[in-house]
């Protein structure tokens, strides 16, 4: 299985900001995506996960609210979404697929988020 | 909500043999993973549910867990084994998961 994520974003703080994870049609239909975040030289961190079939949608709880997890059928995609970016947003995202147990060992290659006035 | 702690360097003689640990009162419940970051790398999983080797992942690299700590093992370490390693599982809810703090490997 092989995840896609979308290019490096460069965004000023309050401005909105959506990225993206493509995966395969059997992956969405029965595998958990999730998104971890790692600042550069920093360790990393859980960010939020999503069943696609029926869009379970779990949070970091210190992200709740800030952030927003979704996934489009049609195109087997995953999404995270800012409305309003800071610069503690900074980072590189990774998604990753997940069974119900364990991770299933594949992740993407990552989209740099930078956030600067 | 829970946290899983490890510490945050150990070193291996090259061959040697290394073991990173990874608590938590998660641990003794739910199954951990395991992943392997060089520098500037995607992570790579090593270990999942415990102590199973994805197919690409060599033999010297085992694992377990009991009661709330969890074990990677390193027999005959290698250079290229020189990494971070994360531990992963879900929270004391099972509702969300988390990652460890990450462990510097450093063979010499």
């Known amino acids: 299985v092989q995840l896609v994520q979308s290019g490096a974003e460069v965004k000023q703080p309050g401005e909105s900001l959506t990225i993206s994870c493509k995966t395969s049609e059997e992956s969405f239909a029965t595998e958990w995506i999730g998104w971890a975040r790692q600042v550069p030289g920093k360790a990393l961190e859980w960010v939020g996960i999503i069943y696609c079939s029926d869009s379970d949608v779990r949070y970091r709880p210190s992200l709740r609210g800030h952030i927003d997890i979704s996934a489009d059928k049609s195109t087997n995609t995953v999404y995270l979404q800012w409305g309003s970016l800071r610069a503690s947003d900074s980072a590189i995202y990774y998604c990753?697929?997940?069974?119900?147990?364990?991770?299933?060992?594949?992740w993407g290659q990552g989209t740099r988020v930078t956030v600067s006035s | 909500s829970s946290e899983l702690t490890q510490a945050p360097d150990v070193s291996v003689a090259l061959g040697q043999t290394v073991t990173i640990t990874c608590q938590g009162n998660s641990l003794t419940i739910y199954y951990v993973s395991w992943y392997q970051q060089r520098a500037g790398q995607v992570p790579v999983l090593v270990l999942y549910g415990d102590h199973r080797r994805p197919s690409q992942i060599p033999d010297r690299f085992s694992g377990s867990r009991a009661g709330d700590t969890a074990s990677l093992t390193i027999t005959g370490a290698q250079a290229e084994d020189e990494a971070d390693y994360y531990c992963?599982?879900?929270?004391?809810?099972?509702?969300?998961?988390?990652f460890g703090p990450g462990t510097k490997v450093t063979v010499l």
């Open positions: 990753y697929n997940s069974g119900s147990y364990w991770p299933n060992g594949n």
């Open positions: 992963h599982s879900r929270d004391s809810s099972g509702h969300l998961w988390l």
